[in-house]
T-cell receptor, first 114, second 116 residues
Framework: NAGVTQTPKFRVLKTGQSMTLLCAQD?????MYWYRQDPGMGLRLIHY???????AKGEVPDGYNVSRLKKQNFLLGLESAAPSQTSVYFC?????????????FGPGTRLLVL | AQSVTQPDIHITVSEGASLELRCNYS??????LFWYVQSPGQGLQLLLK??????LVQGIKGFEAEFKRSQSSFNLRKPSVHWSDAAEYFC??????????????FGKGTKLSVKP
């Protein structure tokens, strides 16, 4: 049981390049999330998904797109990377039981946009 | 507006000393509260959570937290800190009403340093 995994661990992009970050979970969780973490800012929600084929915007969605074609995978795309997207990206997944939800996080992807 | 405040950006304690990290929240609905820990270069690990019931919750690694509704606080404590506790700690609040499942709101974190 690997939990939540993220690919890649580290990436350097040039401004204007595109890339996709992959999040995978093997816990059969319904809900998945993408956050970004910046110094002194805590974590901010980019997009989330409450089930296969559904996505929704979070607090800071601009410049990102997501897809949830399979329940276990949640992809985060940057179509045209900008230096402001330099950050550490965390994926999380969660289950709900008795109306209570707990999120479990992946190890993160460190992205540098030059 | 919903928010989480961690008043202390950085705290240094001596190994073996007690620890209390502060967390205050502003939330319109019944809050669900969490503490996560992040070691350098690592992801976030859940320390403990509060949903309902006993306001003093026990977590992993000897941590506990107390929910005080009247003070809108959820402070994290440990009676004796170990050097391996040096990390960044995040308080978060969530809710389970309407369609907002999972929208955790995080504080900005408190970095803990431990002196030998």
């Amino acid at each position: 049981n690997a939990g939540v995994t993220q690919t890649p661990k580290f990436r350097v992009l040039k401004t204007g390049q595109s890339m996709t970050l992959l999040c995978a979970q093997d816990m059969n969780h319904e809900y998945m999330y993408w956050y970004r973490q910046d110094p002194g800012m805590g974590l901010r929600l980019i997009h989330y998904s409450v089930g296969e084929g559904t996505t929704a915007k979070g607090e800071v969605p601009d410049g990102y797109n997501v897809s949830r074609l399979k329940k276990q995978n949640f992809l985060l795309g940057l179509e045209s990377a900008a230096p402001s997207q330099t950050s550490v990206y965390f994926c999380a997944s969660s289950y709900v039981t008795s109306g209570q939800e707990t999120q479990y996080f992946g190890p993160g992807t460190r992205l540098l946009v030059l | 507006a919903q928010s989480v405040t961690q008043p202390d950006i950085h705290i240094t304690v001596s190994e073996g000393a007690s620890l209390e990290l502060r967390c205050n929240y502003s939330y319109g609905a019944t809050p669900y509260l969490f503490w996560y820990v992040q070691s350098p270069g690592q992801g976030l690990q859940l320390l403990l959570k509060y949903f309902s019931g006993d306001t003093l919750v026990q977590g992993i690694k000897g941590f506990e937290a107390e929910f005080k509704r009247s003070q809108s606080s959820f402070n994290l404590r440990k009676p004796s800190v170990h050097w391996s506790d040096a990390a960044e700690y995040f308080c978060a609040v969530g809710s389970n009403y309407g369609g907002s499942q999972g929208n955790l709101i995080f504080g900005k974190g408190t970095k803990l340093s431990v002196k030998p």
